[in-house]
């Protein structure tokens, strides 16, 4: 494992999944090295308002999940409906979902 | 006090989740492995923690996406009075969970006592040397060890280790072992997913993730400690 020998962390990779600023590092949560932060949009709130996961990819395949949402946890099923840790992570977003879509949302 | 990090999740415990989590900035341990270490080392970052606004989020999300709301940090119990005003500010039927590193005091669990429905422990070291080398801690098994019988005794208690690499016999097992013994039937979440977050460099056994045969032996001492894993 490359890790192994020069002692250096693998990479990772911040998801955040709505708005954010091209400042926001410089106001609350600063991206730790290595870390590519996704961005879109603009930011309107601080940042504790941007639901973020941050995954961690491993050569062997496996992957981390670090802060795991609703909404990733189920883009991570749909990717592996195989993978029974995410799957029952997944299914109680997916509860909630299908009875916020029926009950709550506006039409 | 300032939070980095307020949203509903569904990485922790089956049971708990999905949970609304709010992360408070800074710690009393310097864990080189910390996943959160900016935060959680510098009280400074993040945005300023105001409670009421923190619970009127939190009853949002409690009604439409989460069952149970997670006040954790960095290390909550160095923001007790914050914590505790937020508490106040959430409705009484709202299941509130503490996650901690148990490192607190005999007087801040005092105050502690009956707020919090569960008690969710990071029980990190199976020994001294190994909490002083990696989280410049002192006298950290006594002092987590009171703490964990206490919330025990006053709360619905949970018990996570996160399995690092390289210390599987010197961390976990010793862990295992006390909670067999002087805990038995409590719940224990392994978790094998460690990554060599931080400063995790600074120590070359930590410089990688748990592999496959040290996932396979931790899991062997938990059953033959016959624990009580959750996912």
């Known amino acids: ?107 | 006090v300032r939070f980095f990090s307020a949203q509903v999740e569904v990485s922790d415990e089956l049971e708990l989740i999905p949970t609304f989590a709010v992360a408070l900035s800074g710690c009393d341990l310097r864990c080189n492995f910390c996943i959160t270490g900016g935060p959680s080392w510098n009280a400074w970052e993040g945005e300023v923690f105001d409670a009421r606004r923190m619970a009127a989020r939190a009853c949002q999300v409690l009604d439409r996406s989460a069952r149970t709301i997670m006040v954790l940090g960095g290390e909550p119990t160095i923001h007790l009075p914050a914590a505790l005003e937020l508490v106040v500010a959430l409705p009484d039927s709202a299941r509130l969970i503490w996650k901690t590193n148990a490192h607190g005091s005999a007087q801040a669990r005092e105050l502690l006592d009956g707020l919090f429905d569960v008690w969710l422990v990071d029980f990190k070291f199976g020994n001294d040397d190994c909490a002083a080398r990696l989280a410049k801690v002192p006298d950290y098994l006594h002092v987590v060890k009171e703490n964990l019988l206490w919330a025990d005794a006053h709360s619905e208690l949970m018990v996570r280790h996160l399995l690092m690499p390289g210390h599987v016999d010197c961390c976990w097992r010793p862990v295992a072992e006390w909670l067999a013994v002087n805990l038995p039937g409590i719940k224990v979440n392994l978790r094998p997913g460690f990554w060599p977050a931080w400063h995790a460099a600074r120590h070359a056994e930590l410089c990688r993730t748990v592999s496959h045969n040290e996932s396979r032996r931790a899991l062997e001492i938990a059953r033959t400690n016959q624990l009580h894993l959750i996912p």
């Open chain 1, 1 to 107: 494992v490359n890790e192994q020998r020069n002692h250096q962390p693998p990479k990772r990779i911040a998801v955040v999944q709505s708005a954010a600023s091209p400042a926001h590092g410089q106001r609350g949560h600063q991206a730790p090295s290595g870390v590519r932060r996704l961005e879109t949009g603009d930011e309107t709130e601080g940042d504790s308002a941007l639901p973020h996961s941050e995954l961690l990819i491993l050569p062997d395949g496996r992957i981390l999940v670090h802060n795991l949402t609703p909404a990733f946890a189920d883009l991570l099923h749909h990717l592996n409906p195989d993978e029974e840790q995410i799957t029952a992570r997944a299914r109680p977003f997916a509860h909630h979902a299908a009875h916020v879509a029926s009950h709550e949302l506006p039409d």
